[in-house]
């Protein structure tokens, strides 16, 4: 067990509609960072909060968007969804902006029919 | 561009055998280097990474791996297989100012009985 969580394990929705996936970083992790595991792109780096803020973004669609809140916990909100948009969504956290070791969620299973 | 490459999709290995993944990244400078885990339906599990020093590092469940600077390789290792290591295992780097993890498309790992 890592010490982050996310919540759903599992969701399934349909075409055109909007989901939100929540993470909880580890204790005292100020960094959190979302990741996309699908078939054909593999993992990919999609967006990163430290302490609130975004520092830097990745691969990440203008369809998707997220935010970290003042307890630290991240939303990631993924609109407009199409069969294509189907992956296991990771959030990771560390201690650090940079450089740190990042420790990985169980990951969210989105299924968009 | 920063890249990282497993060479191995699959890797078949019996039970008691040695076995070395390889890892191979494309980067100017060395970055953080790491070995992740990933079992089926389940998240990312740090095996180890490798920061700075000593170029042998040890992580968890018996695994070790070697930074080679002149061939740009991270190979991981473990003497003797079980068959609870069949998984699926991603190399990443994260370049030394960076803030993303930029993964290999990972080796699927069998274990014969």
């Known amino acids: 067990d890592s010490g982050v969580t996310q919540t759903p394990k599992h969701l399934i929705t349909a075409t055109g509609q909007r989901v939100t996936l929540r993470c909880s970083p580890r204790s005292g992790d100020l960094s959190v960072y979302w990741y996309q595991q699908s078939l054909d792109q593999g993992l990919q780096f999609l967006i990163q909060?430290?302490?609130?803020?975004?520092?830097a973004k990745g691969n990440i669609l203008e369809r998707f968007s997220a935010q970290q809140f003042p307890d630290l916990h991240s939303e990631l909100n993924l609109s407009s969804l199409e069969l294509g948009d189907s992956a296991l969504y990771f959030c990771a956290s560390s201690v650090m902006v940079g450089g740190d070791t990042q420790y990985f969620g169980p990951g969210t299973r989105l299924t968009v029919l | 561009a920063q890249s990282v490459t497993q060479p191995d999709i699959h890797i078949t290995v019996s039970e008691g055998a040695s076995l070395e993944l390889r890892c191979n990244y494309s980067?100017?400078?060395?970055?953080?280097l790491f070995w992740y885990v990933q079992s089926p339906g389940q998240g990312l599990q740090l095996l180890l990474k490798?920061?700075?020093?000593?170029?042998l590092v040890q992580g968890i469940k018996g695994f070790e791996a070697e930074f080679k600077r002149s061939q740009s390789s991270f190979n991981l290792r473990k003497p003797s297989v079980h068959w609870s290591d069949a998984a699926e295992y991603f190399c990443?780097?994260?370049?030394?100012?960076?803030?993303?993890?930029?993964f290999g498309s990972g080796t699927r790992l069998l274990v014969r009985p």
């Open positions: 909060y430290y302490n609130g803020e975004e520092r």
């Open positions: 990443a780097v994260a370049p030394d100012s960076s803030y993303k993890l930029i």
């Open positions: 490798y920061f700075s020093g000593d170029t």
């Open positions: 980067y100017g400078a060395t970055p953080y």
